[in-house]
């Protein structure tokens, strides 16, 4: 008696053809993308000058007075927005970091919600 191969529900034996070639290189392609990524996260990371609240400081009158830059990630979680607070050298990682999150997720397809 000569067997049959049994495949389960909704699996096919593969075949050699353009489209697996075509994904193929697409997978090739995202994975040398994801081998430049360091660190990602979520959020903006923004610039702020602020003023101090004394009324004799310079900053009270004069927008271009104000203390900083001061840098801040933001970012959504459970409909909140969230504020951190960086510190200089912090806030270029985490500059890149939301750049690299948004690389990912035009490469997977994935919008932010
Ligand atoms: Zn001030």
Redesign the pocket.
């Known amino acids: 008696m000569s067997r049959v191969p049994v495949f389960k529900s909704g699996i096919r034996p593969v075949e050699p053809n353009a489209s697996l070639e075509r994904h193929t290189q697409r997978f090739l392609e995202l994975r040398r993308g994801l081998e430049q990524i360091e660190y990602f996260c979520k959020g903006t990371v923004l610039k702020r000058m602020m003023?101090?609240g004394?009324a004799q400081?310079?900053?009270?009158s004069d927008a271009t007075k104000r203390?900083g830059p001061y840098f801040e990630l933001t970012y959504k979680a459970n409909g909140k927005t969230v504020n951190v607070k960086l510190s200089p050298e912090a806030a270029p990682l985490y500059r890149a970091a939301a750049l690299a999150m948004v690389i990912l997720e035009t490469a997977s397809g994935l919008d932010a919600p």
Do not use: D, S, T, V
């Open positions: 003023k101090c004394k400081c310079a900053c009270a203390h």
